[in-house]
């Protein structure tokens, strides 16, 4: 079964870092374009950061110069790197990207399971 698996989401203070990451699982051929979006509690859900399958790259405002999304395309995997976290970042993530999986060669949206991240003062 083909999916998305998110970790590395936990408790950091003010100022530190975490790095995401993003893996394809399955039988899977390729992985295309992929963006990070996170929702925090009565908030709608905003993209963070998106990179396309040719390698441009997009930041939402408020994280630009802080995060940075790189893709492993061997791998299947992305990663966001967060730094200088701030109280207001504190969210669930969650990842998007276009898988091509092996049984019908078709590209297709996929969303991980999400994984928090709390930033304490």
């Known amino acids: 079964q083909v999916a998305l698996v998110e970790s590395g989401g936990g408790l950091v203070q003010a100022g530190g870092s975490l790095q995401l990451s993003c893996a394809a699982s399955?039988?899977?051929?390729?992985?295309?374009?992929m963006s990070w979006y996170r929702q925090a509690p009565g908030k709608q859900r905003e993209l963070v950061a998106q990179a396309a399958s040719m390698g441009t790259t997009n930041y939402g405002d408020s994280v630009k110069g802080r995060f940075t999304i790189s893709v492993d395309s061997v791998e299947k995997t992305g990663f966001l790197l967060m730094n200088d976290l701030k109280p207001e970042d504190t969210a669930v993530y969650y990842c998007h990207a276009i898988l091509v999986p092996l049984h019908s060669e078709i590209p297709e949206n996929y969303w991980g399971q999400g994984t928090q991240v709390t930033v304490s003062a």
């Open positions: 399955g039988s899977v051929l390729r992985l295309g374009a």
